[in-house]
């Protein structure tokens, strides 16, 4: 039972990193518009892109009751990845090999910890 727990965990965990990702993204669209004013600070793309870190948030806290912290919060690594993925196609953010290769570092450490979750 624990091994289904652990899998619903990282599912979860996933799904925060896209959820806080996407809010990262957001977040860097709405600077783009804040200017001298306070209320420009409460433009749409910051305000929802707030929203889905807290978003996030919520959906870390129900994965850690579904395994072991050391195993879980590894997977927030891939929030990196698909940063890299919406600043280089959405942001048009020059992405250089030495990235491609961190990147591939960080989806090799998460394959590890993933499948020592599985095998442990």
């Known amino acids: 039972m624990k091994l289904k727990n652990t899998f619903f965990g990282i599912l979860l965990v996933v799904i925060c ?56 919060y590894p997977f927030i690594a891939l929030s990196f990845v698909w940063v890299f993925f919406l600043s280089s196609f959405f942001l048009q953010e020059i992405i250089v090999f030495v990235n491609w290769l961190g990147l591939g570092f960080i989806l090799l450490g998460v394959s590890f910890i993933g499948w020592g979750a599985n095998h442990g």
């Open 17 to 72: 990193t896209f959820l806080t990702s996407f809010g990262q993204y957001f977040i860097k669209l709405g600077t783009r518009s804040i200017s001298g004013t306070i209320a420009s600070v409460f433009n749409l793309s910051l305000v929802g892109g707030f929203a889905l870190y807290g978003l996030g948030a919520i959906v870390l806290l129900v994965a850690l009751k579904f395994g072991d912290l050391s195993v879980l």
